[in-house]
């Protein structure tokens, strides 16, 4: 007979449990409250949803455990004593989306506007750490604004350590910033350390220097939408990656781009069921693509010719439209497609487009996501503007990126490819695992007609009829060095394929390169142009 099991019990032990479990109860109450209904229809009424409802729509139902729920903080001054929230402003945890664990922190606008204090900050520290530690991703759903000045430098501090772990975590793990309030001055800047920036409409703003202060220092009125809304971040700088109108639509879209992602660098992403069959010919594609290089086409339909169910996600759709980055599957693998938009400067290559391809082709071998890109690029965009503005530099970016790629790269000659544009998407000579070309493909320095001016510019003025000489060199130029399979001949294309097996070949390519190693010359790291 167990001695413990006959021992009696303290008179009312029970009871003193049930009464502290009681407690908890209702200081578990008063966190998930929050400041109470009259704070949380004032966040309702500006179109904003509290920080909890948001949680609830990126995870999967009942998933989420918080952490350090009753965390307050230990300021005082400025009345600050006085008042100390159970949170302190943000709810931090994981759960799972789909099934695979997730890790994130949202600011409670309603308790101190969430700015950032010294718990609060501790709180955010401890759930980047943890994410890294489990290898899981992160979400941030940012409405918080800036560093709780009552605090002083300690929040500036506080926010030292979030960008500090932003870099540290770059390229381990996902990372995704949702903004949906304001996010001004320094805090900023964790948002832009981050792999993808999403937005709403109306709600979110971004910048570093507020209306105020832009007026105050140069004069100029602007709103703070006009300044830093989703639209212009979008379609303008470049710091938004995604903008949608409704909180609930943007979380959806979270949602769905952390299904196209691993869980870390470790991992390959996760692979979907899909019933479109892997040597689905598509014969639409020869009539998509026409064969006259100066008219233009919509490149996003050859995607959606290629791509599993014509689905994909397109990656700063808005900015810098001549290239276009995407997320997709073949046979149910995710991809990244880099590719020219021939519907938009005819395809070319400037700096945004530049900057946009190589922090996507970085993003995609980070994370184990190989690589498709498809070629018709004219070459690079001419001007005193781009060259002023460093053409040069931002152009070796993509170039770098992609030299430095060691995730499967696949290449393929629509129609165009000339001079150095030609070489930095992705050319065999830098290192593409295969390349491939259409019958339709024209890869030389320059086109034919620059190129006839220049080769046989003395002959040309010399004629007695130049535009007659001009239009025969131009057909020589053409048939020497232009034709469809100069570059097969001497081993700079794998093949010339017909179109319409575009889809069967590139799944047949991938399949094969699923096992590639490749190892980069040992070294801290590189020293990418800036």
């Not at 500090?164 to 320094?186: E, F, K, Y």
């Not at 086109?447 to 060199?473: L, S, T, W, Y």
């Amino acid at each position: 007979m167990s001695v413990v099991n006959d021992m009696p019990r303290a008179v009312g032990e029970g009871a003193a449990a049930r009464q502290r479990a009681a407690e908890l109860m209702a200081v578990r109450a008063r966190a998930l409250g929050g400041p109470g209904g009259k704070a949380t229809g004032v966040q309702h009424a500006k179109g904003k949803l509290t920080a909890r409802e948001r949680i609830e729509l990126l995870l999967d139902d009942g998933s989420f455990q918080e952490v350090e729920q009753l965390r307050r903080h230990r300021a005082s001054g400025f009345g600050l004593e006085a008042k100390r929230p159970y949170t302190d402003g943000v709810v931090t945890g994981w759960g799972t989306v789909e099934g695979r664990t997730v890790f994130v922190y949202a600011h409670d606008f309603r308790i101190f506007g969430g700015a950032l204090g010294e718990a609060h900050a501790t709180k955010i520290h401890k759930i980047m750490d943890m994410a890294v530690a489990a290898g899981a991703p992160l979400v941030s759903l940012n409405d918080g604004a800036g560093a709780r000045i009552q605090e002083g430098v300690t929040a500036l501090a506080g926010y030292g350590g979030i960008f500090r772990r932003n870099t540290a975590a770059s390229g381990v793990i996902p990372q995704i910033s949702v903004m949906l309030g304001p996010c001004a001055g320094g805090a900023a800047y964790s948002p832009a350390l981050s792999d993808f920036v999403f937005m709403v409409r109306g709600t979110s703003q971004m910048f570093i220097t507020g209306p105020d202060v832009v007026k105050a220092v140069t004069g100029e009125e602007i709103t703070q939408n006009g300044l830093g809304g989703a639209d212009v971040h979008a379609e303008t700088s470049g710091v938004c990656h995604f903008a949608y109108d409704d909180e609930e639509t943007c979380l959806a879209e979270v949602r769905y781009l952390l299904s196209l992602l691993p869980q870390n660098n470790r991992e390959y992403p996760p692979s979907g069921p899909t019933t479109d069959p892997p040597a689905r010919r598509s014969q639409v594609l020869l009539d998509l693509v026409p064969a006259d290089g100066n008219r233009p086409y919509d490149m996003a339909e050859v995607i959606e010719e290629i791509a599993d169910d014509g689905e994909y996600l397109e990656v700063h759709e808005r900015w810098a439209r001549n290239i276009i980055c995407a997320l997709a599957r073949l046979d149910g693998r995710v991809v990244g497609i880099v590719a020219n938009q021939p519907q938009v400067l005819a395809g070319v290559l400037d700096i945004g487009a530049s900057e946009k391809a190589a922090r996507f082709v970085q993003m995609c071998d980070a994370f184990n996501i190989p690589l498709v890109t498809l070629l018709d690029v004219p070459g690079f965009l001419p001007g005193v503007g781009q060259e002023h503005g460093g053409i040069i530099r931002h152009g070796a970016k993509l170039l770098y990126a992609y030299c430095n790629a060691t995730v499967p790269r696949i290449s393929l000659v629509l129609r165009k490819a000339y001079g150095g544009a030609y070489i930095v998407m992705d050319s065999q000579s830098i290192g593409a695992d295969l390349t491939y070309a259409w019958p339709t493909n024209e890869i030389a320095v320059m086109g034919a007609e620059a190129a006839a001016n220049v080769i046989f510019r003395r002959q040309i003025a010399e004629a007695d009829e130049p535009d007659a000489m001009r239009e025969r060199m131009v057909k020589e130029y053409k048939a020497e060095l232009m034709h469809p399979y100069y570059a097969a001949e001497r081993g700079l294309v794998d093949d010339v394929i017909d179109p319409a097996a575009t889809r069967e070949v590139l799944i047949r390519s991938l399949a094969m390169l699923r096992t590639k190693h490749a190892d980069l010359p040992s070294r801290k790291h590189g020293n990418p142009p800036q």
